[in-house]
C-alpha cells in the first residue's frame, strides 16, 4: 500500500480547513498514527474515518481529494486530449435515445452517442481539459462555465431525450433512475472538473469556498444541497426547540412547584418529598411572516417558510403571509409537514391575478388596513424581500404604521448590500424602520438569522 | 482486540451483523484509538444493532443509556439515596456529626446510573449512549467530560476515572445538530441503507426460512421503494418483517398485482401507502410489458 507525502498531506488538511471543516491538532495527531500503525488501510480511508465529523461534508472532502491529492492525475488528463478529440469526429451526427440528439457540441464527445452506457472511469475524457482552462480563464462565473461545458457535451439534448423516452413510455422506470443516476453522476464530475481547472487557475482554494453549500446563493443549490439546506434548518430548529425561553434562566431546573411537591408529599405520607419544578416553555409570541414571492425570489421563501414550519412549536401564533402586489394568507401551509403545497402556491402565486412585479407600498398599505389590527403588539414580523419595488411608489407611512404596532421588524434580503440602493430598490426607505436587515443570501446567512432572531 | 478492519467485520458477521467496508474501517480506528464512536443515520438502518453486536463480539458487559427529552445527571450520572441517608442519621443519634457528615456522602450512598455504572464496573464494557439527539444541550454539554477523558465529576466525591476504558458508542438519528466540541471528541459513522447485495445477506441471515426468489424480490422490491419520494422510506426491519409477511401468506415469489394490505407492514404512513399502491399499478403495468 502506498504511504502518503507529508506534503500533500499538509495541503490537503489546509484545504479541508480552507472550506470549513473543523480539523483539530487531535484529528491531525490520530490521522497520523493511523496512517503509520495502519499502513494497509488505505489513506483516503483512514483521513476521510477520521477528518470529517459531519456526515454533510463527505461530499467536499471527495472534492478535495480529487483536487489535492488525486490532482497529479490531471496530466493524465491532458494526454487523454488527443484521444479524445479523435474520438470526437468518429461521433458526428449522432442521434439519442428519444429520436433526438442529432450533431454535437463543440467540445468533446457527444453524450447523445454514447446513450446511457457510461465508463464512469473515463468519464472526464469527455471534455478537453483545454477548454476547460479557455474557459475558466474567460472570467466566467461558475455556473456559466458549468453551462457551457454541458452544452459543449450535448447533456442538455441528452437529457431531453430520455425525458422524452419516459414520457413516452418507452422508458421502464428502472431505466429511468439509472439515467438519472447518470445524470447526476455526469453533473457532478464536470462540476468537480470546473472547480480544479478554476483552482489550478486561480492557485487558491477560494473556488471551492464559493462552491461550498452554506456560503452559495439559496437561488442555485441543486437538489441534493438544497436537501442539506432543508436537513440543516430542521437541525437548527430542533436545537432552538430545546432551548429553554428565558423566563426560566435564572435556574436552569424551572421553578419550585409547591402544588407537585404537597401532592408527592401525601403519596409519601408527609414523611420524604422530592423538590419539583414547573416545565420550563419556551418563550412563545406570536410571528408574522410576510414574504415577497416573484419570480426572483421564490427559492428564498421556499427556505424560510421551511424554517418557520420547523420552528411552529416556539410560537403560540404564526401567521404567513405570500405577496407580489397584493397580499393572501397562507398560514395553513406552516401546519402541514409536506412543503409541496406551500411549492405550489409559490409557483402559481396563489391563483391570483398579478403582474408579477412586486409593489412594497401596495402590500404594506394594504396589510396595515386590513390585517395589522388582528395583530398582537408582542408579535415580531419577519420581511422577506428583495425591496425591489420597480419603480412604484414606496408609501413609507405604512410599512412605518406597521413598525410601530408590532414588537420588532426583521427584514431578510437577497441581495447584495451595495444592491440595496439601486434606483428602483426601495430597501433603504425602510431600513429606518426595521429592528434590523439582515442579507439573506445562503445558508450561513440563514443559520445566523436564526441564531440572532430566534 | 481485532487486527483489521476484515478482522472486527468477520467478528461482527458472526453475531449477526453486516457491516459496510467503510463503516468497518471507522469502527475499527474508532476502537483502535479508543475514542468513542458517534453513528448517525435515518432510523432503522441498524445503528443500535451495531453497538449490540459489538458488545457481544467483544465480549463486553452492555449498560445502555436511552436519551429522551429532559433527560439530566440524576438519571443517567448518580442521585443519592435520600431513604438511606435517612435511616443511616436515624441511627446514629448518639454518633459524633463530623464523622455522619463524611460518612453520608460516600459511595454506600450512592446510586450509579448508567454513566456512572459504565465508568466504576470492574470489567470492561461498552457504554451505548442511544439517541442522543433526543437529550438537551445541557446533557450534551455534560457529556464531554466523560467522552474525552473518561471521567466524570461528582462535586461531593471529586473525580472519578474509569478502571477499564469502556467503549463508547453513541447513536443519533439526525434530528438535531450537535456541538462542535461534542463531534470532535468522536469518530463519525454515517449508517445509510443497505445496498442490494448487503440487504439481501441480511434478510438471508436474520430469516433463512425464506425462499431465494422470495428473498431477492423483497430486497429489489424496497430498493425500488427507496426511491420514491416517501415521508419515510422502510427501514431493514420493516424488510425483514415484510419479507416474513409475505412468507406467512405463503408467497413463494412477489407480484404487484396482490401486495394489497400488506403495504403497511413497509410503511408507516397513509400517504406513502397511497402514494405506492398507485406506483404498483404502473410497476405491474411495466413488468406485464417485460415479459410479453
Same mark, same amino acid.
Given at each position: 500500500?502506498?504511504?502518503?507525502?507529508?506534503?500533500?498531506?499538509?495541503?490537503?488538511?489546509?484545504?479541508?480547513?480552507?472550506?470549513?471543516?473543523?480539523?483539530?491538532?487531535?484529528?491531525?495527531?490520530?490521522?497520523?498514527?493511523?496512517?503509520?500503525?495502519?499502513?494497509?488501510?488505505?489513506?483516503?480511508?483512514?483521513?476521510?474515518?477520521?477528518?470529517?465529523?459531519?456526515?454533510?461534508?463527505?461530499?467536499?472532502?471527495?472534492?478535495?481529494?480529487?483536487?489535492?491529492?488525486?490532482?497529479?492525475?490531471?496530466?493524465?488528463?491532458?494526454?487523454?486530449?488527443?484521444?479524445?478529440?479523435?474520438?470526437?469526429?468518429?461521433?458526428?451526427?449522432?442521434?439519442?435515445?428519444?429520436?433526438?440528439?442529432?450533431?454535437?457540441?463543440?467540445?468533446?464527445?457527444?453524450?447523445?452517442?454514447?446513450?446511457?452506457?457510461?465508463?464512469?472511469?473515463?468519464?472526464?475524457?469527455?471534455?478537453?481539459?483545454?477548454?476547460?482552462? $479557455?474557459?475558466?480563464?474567460?472570467?466566467?462565473?461558475? $455556473?456559466?462555465?458549468?453551462?457551457?461545458?454541458?452544452?459543449?457535451?450535448?447533456?442538455?439534448?441528452?437529457?431531453?431525450?430520455?425525458?422524452?423516452?419516459?414520457?413516452?413510455?418507452?422508458?421502464?422506470?428502472?431505466?429511468? &433512475?439509472?439515467?438519472?443516476?447518470?445524470?447526476?453522476?455526469?453533473?457532478?464530475?464536470?462540476?468537480?472538473?470546473?472547480?480544479?481547472?478554476?483552482?489550478?487557475?486561480?492557485?487558491?482554494?477560494?473556488?471551492?469556498?464559493?462552491?461550498?453549500?452554506?456560503?452559495?446563493?439559496?437561488?442555485?443549490?441543486?437538489?441534493?444541497?438544497?436537501?442539506?439546506?432543508?436537513?440543516?434548518?430542521?437541525?437548527?430548529?430542533?436545537?432552538?426547540?430545546?432551548?429553554?425561553?428565558?423566563?426560566?434562566?435564572?435556574?436552569?431546573?424551572?421553578?419550585?412547584?409547591?402544588?407537585?411537591?404537597?401532592?408527592?408529599?401525601?403519596?409519601?405520607?408527609?414523611?420524604?418529598?422530592?423538590?419539583?419544578?414547573?416545565?420550563?416553555?419556551?418563550?412563545?409570541?406570536?410571528?408574522?411572516?410576510?414574504?415577497?414571492?416573484?419570480?426572483?425570489?421564490?427559492?428564498?421563501?421556499?427556505?424560510?417558510?421551511?424554517?418557520?414550519?420547523?420552528?411552529?412549536?416556539?410560537?403560540?401564533?404564526?401567521?404567513?403571509?405570500?405577496?407580489?402586489?397584493?397580499?393572501?394568507?397562507?398560514?395553513?401551509?406552516?401546519?402541514?409537514?409536506?412543503?409541496?403545497?406551500?411549492?405550489?402556491?409559490?409557483?402559481?402565486?396563489?391563483?391570483?391575478?398579478?403582474?408579477?412585479?412586486?409593489?412594497?407600498?401596495?402590500?404594506?398599505?394594504?396589510?396595515?388596513?386590513?390585517?395589522?389590527?388582528?395583530?398582537?403588539?408582542?408579535?415580531?414580523?419577519?420581511?422577506?424581500?428583495?425591496?425591489?419595488?420597480?419603480?412604484?411608489?414606496?408609501?413609507?407611512? &405604512?410599512?412605518?404604521?406597521?413598525?410601530?404596532?408590532?414588537?420588532?421588524?426583521?427584514?431578510?434580503?437577497?441581495?447584495?448590500?451595495?444592491?440595496?440602493?439601486?434606483?428602483?430598490?426601495?430597501?433603504?426607505? &425602510?431600513?429606518?424602520?426595521?429592528?434590523?436587515?439582515?442579507?439573506?443570501?445562503?445558508?450561513?446567512?440563514?443559520?445566523?438569522?436564526?441564531?440572532?432572531?430566534? | 482486540?481485532?487486527?483489521?478492519?476484515?478482522?472486527?467485520?468477520?467478528?461482527?458477521?458472526?453475531?449477526?451483523?453486516?457491516?459496510?467496508?467503510?463503516?468497518?474501517?471507522?469502527?475499527?480506528?474508532?476502537?483502535?484509538?479508543?475514542?468513542?464512536?458517534?453513528?448517525?443515520?435515518?432510523?432503522?438502518?441498524?445503528?443500535?444493532?451495531?453497538?449490540?453486536?459489538?458488545?457481544?463480539?467483544?465480549?463486553?458487559?452492555?449498560?445502555?443509556?436511552?436519551?429522551?427529552?429532559?433527560?439530566?445527571?440524576?438519571?443517567?450520572?448518580?442521585?443519592?439515596?435520600?431513604?438511606?441517608?435517612?435511616?443511616?442519621?436515624?441511627?446514629?443519634?448518639?454518633?459524633?456529626?463530623?464523622?455522619?457528615?463524611?460518612?453520608?456522602?460516600?459511595?454506600?450512598?450512592?446510586?450509579?446510573?448508567?454513566?456512572?455504572?459504565?465508568?466504576?464496573?470492574?470489567?470492561?464494557?461498552?457504554?451505548?449512549?442511544?439517541?442522543?439527539?433526543?437529550?438537551?444541550?445541557?446533557?450534551?454539554?455534560?457529556?464531554?467530560?466523560?467522552?474525552?477523558?473518561?471521567?466524570?465529576?461528582?462535586?461531593?466525591?471529586?473525580?472519578?476515572?474509569?478502571?477499564?476504558?469502556?467503549?463508547?458508542?453513541?447513536?443519533?438519528?439526525?434530528?438535531?445538530?450537535?456541538?462542535?466540541?461534542?463531534?470532535?471528541?468522536?469518530?463519525?459513522?454515517?449508517?445509510?441503507?443497505?445496498?442490494?447485495?448487503?440487504?439481501?445477506?441480511?434478510?438471508?441471515?436474520?430469516?433463512?426460512?425464506?425462499?431465494?426468489?422470495?428473498?431477492?424480490?423483497?430486497?429489489?422490491?424496497?430498493?425500488?421503494?427507496?426511491?420514491?419520494?416517501?415521508?419515510?422510506?422502510?427501514?431493514?426491519?420493516?424488510?425483514?418483517?415484510?419479507?416474513?409477511?409475505?412468507?406467512?401468506?405463503?408467497?413463494?415469489?412477489?407480484?404487484?398485482?396482490?401486495?394489497?394490505?400488506?403495504?403497511?407492514?413497509?410503511?408507516?404512513?397513509?400517504?406513502?401507502?397511497?402514494?405506492?399502491?398507485?406506483?404498483?399499478?404502473?410497476?405491474?403495468?411495466?413488468?406485464?410489458?417485460?415479459?410479453?
Amino acid at each position: 500500500m502506498e504511504t502518503m507525502d507529508g506534503w500533500v498531506f499538509i495541503r490537503l488538511v489546509h484545504a479541508l480547513r480552507q472550506v470549513s471543516l473543523p480539523i483539530s491538532s487531535q484529528d491531525i495527531l490520530d490521522a497520523q498514527t493511523c496512517l503509520v500503525r495502519y499502513p494497509d488501510i488505505p489513506c483516503k480511508q483512514i483521513l476521510k474515518s477520521l477528518l470529517i465529523h459531519r456526515p454533510q461534508d463527505a461530499g467536499i472532502f471527495e472534492t478535495v481529494w480529487k483536487i489535492a491529492v488525486e490532482n497529479r492525475e490531471s496530466t493524465e488528463l491532458k494526454d487523454s486530449l488527443d484521444a479524445t478529440l479523435k474520438d470526437k469526429e468518429e461521433n458526428r451526427d449522432s442521434q439519442g435515445i428519444g429520436g433526438q440528439g442529432a450533431g454535437r457540441g463543440s467540445g468533446g464527445i457527444s453524450l447523445t452517442a454514447i446513450g446511457d452506457i457510461l465508463d464512469h472511469c473515463h468519464i472526464s475524457k469527455l471534455i478537453p481539459f483545454s477548454r476547460l482552462e $479557455e474557459l475558466a480563464s474567460s472570467g466566467a462565473e461558475y $455556473e456559466e462555465v458549468v453551462k457551457t461545458v454541458l452544452a459543449d457535451i450535448d447533456y442538455y439534448t441528452w437529457i431531453n431525450s430520455f425525458d422524452l423516452a419516459y414520457q413516452r413510455g418507452t422508458l421502464s422506470e428502472d431505466e429511468w &433512475y439509472t439515467h438519472q443516476n447518470n445524470r447526476a453522476f455526469i453533473l457532478r464530475e464536470i462540476q468537480q472538473q470546473v472547480l480544479m481547472s478554476q483552482v489550478t487557475l486561480e492557485n487558491s482554494w477560494k473556488p471551492l469556498v464559493r462552491q461550498h453549500w452554506l456560503f452559495k446563493p439559496l437561488s442555485s443549490l441543486s437538489e441534493e444541497e438544497k436537501e442539506l439546506v432543508r436537513t440543516s434548518i430542521r437541525k437548527w430548529a430542533r436545537k432552538l426547540a430545546l432551548r429553554p425561553g428565558s423566563r426560566w434562566k435564572s435556574y436552569n431546573k424551572g421553578t419550585i412547584d409547591i402544588g407537585k411537591i404537597v401532592q408527592q408529599s401525601v403519596q409519601w405520607e408527609g414523611g420524604l418529598f422530592h423538590l419539583c419544578y414547573r416545565r420550563r416553555i419556551p418563550r412563545a409570541p406570536e410571528l408574522v411572516v410576510l414574504c415577497d414571492v416573484s419570480n426572483s425570489m421564490a427559492s428564498f421563501v421556499e427556505f424560510l417558510i421551511h424554517l418557520v414550519t420547523c420552528l411552529r412549536a416556539r410560537f403560540r401564533k404564526i401567521r404567513v403571509f405570500f405577496f407580489i402586489d397584493s397580499v393572501w394568507d397562507v398560514s395553513e401551509f406552516v401546519w402541514d409537514d409536506d412543503l409541496s403545497g406551500v411549492k405550489q402556491e409559490i409557483k402559481s402565486w396563489g391563483h391570483k391575478a398579478s403582474s408579477g412585479f412586486s409593489d412594497y407600498g401596495a402590500v404594506f398599505k394594504e396589510l396595515a388596513e386590513n390585517i395589522l389590527r388582528e395583530v398582537s403588539s408582542r408579535a415580531i414580523l419577519i420581511v422577506l424581500g428583495d425591496g425591489k419595488n420597480n419603480y412604484r411608489p414606496a408609501q413609507p407611512e &405604512y410599512f412605518a404604521r406597521i413598525s410601530e404596532k408590532v414588537r420588532k421588524v426583521f427584514w431578510l434580503n437577497p441581495l447584495e448590500e451595495m444592491e440595496w440602493s439601486e434606483p428602483d430598490n426601495v430597501m433603504k426607505v &425602510y431600513q429606518n424602520n426595521c429592528s434590523k436587515v439582515y442579507r439573506c443570501r445562503t445558508a450561513s446567512d440563514l443559520q445566523r438569522i436564526v441564531k440572532d432572531v430566534f | 482486540m481485532k487486527t483489521s478492519p476484515l478482522d472486527l467485520a468477520h467478528e461482527l458477521k458472526k453475531e449477526g451483523y453486516l457491516i459496510g467496508q467503510e463503516a468497518a474501517t471507522t469502527l475499527f480506528l474508532a476502537l483502535a484509538l479508543e475514542k468513542p464512536c458517534l453513528i448517525e443515520g435515518p432510523a432503522g438502518v441498524g445503528k443500535t444493532q451495531l453497538a449490540l453486536a459489538l458488545a457481544r463480539a467483544e465480549k463486553r458487559r452492555l449498560i445502555r443509556l436511552q436519551c429522551y427529552e429532559g433527560l439530566d445527571i440524576s438519571k443517567a450520572l448518580y442521585d443519592w439515596n435520600y431513604a438511606k441517608q435517612l435511616l443511616r442519621l436515624q441511627l446514629a443519634k448518639t454518633e459524633d456529626w463530623d464523622e455522619i457528615k463524611f460518612d453520608l456522602y460516600s459511595e454506600e450512598f450512592l446510586l450509579s446510573r448508567p454513566l456512572l455504572e459504565a465508568i466504576l464496573s470492574p470489567e470492561p464494557v461498552l457504554l451505548l449512549i442511544d439517541e442522543l439527539d433526543k437529550s438537551d444541550e445541557e446533557f450534551e454539554s455534560f457529556l464531554l467530560e466523560l467522552l474525552a477523558e473518561q471521567q466524570v465529576s461528582i462535586p461531593e466525591l471529586g473525580t472519578l476515572t474509569s478502571k477499564t476504558k469502556p467503549i463508547v458508542i453513541l447513536t443519533s438519528n439526525n434530528s438535531r445538530d450537535f456541538s462542535d466540541a461534542l463531534r470532535r471528541r468522536c469518530i463519525h459513522i454515517y449508517l445509510t441503507y443497505p445496498s442490494l447485495e448487503r440487504e439481501i445477506s441480511i434478510l438471508s441471515s436474520h430469516a433463512p426460512e425464506l425462499s431465494r426468489g422470495l428473498t431477492k424480490d423483497v430486497c429489489e422490491f424496497v430498493a425500488k421503494i427507496r426511491k420514491l419520494p416517501l415521508q419515510k422510506l422502510p427501514s431493514v426491519s420493516e424488510t425483514i418483517d415484510f419479507a416474513r409477511a409475505l412468507d406467512a401468506l405463503q408467497k413463494v415469489e412477489l407480484n404487484y398485482g396482490d401486495l394489497m394490505g400488506t403495504l403497511s407492514v413497509l410503511l408507516k404512513y397513509p400517504k406513502d401507502v397511497a402514494k405506492l399502491e398507485e406506483r404498483l399499478k404502473k410497476w405491474e403495468t411495466e413488468a406485464l410489458r417485460s415479459r410479453e
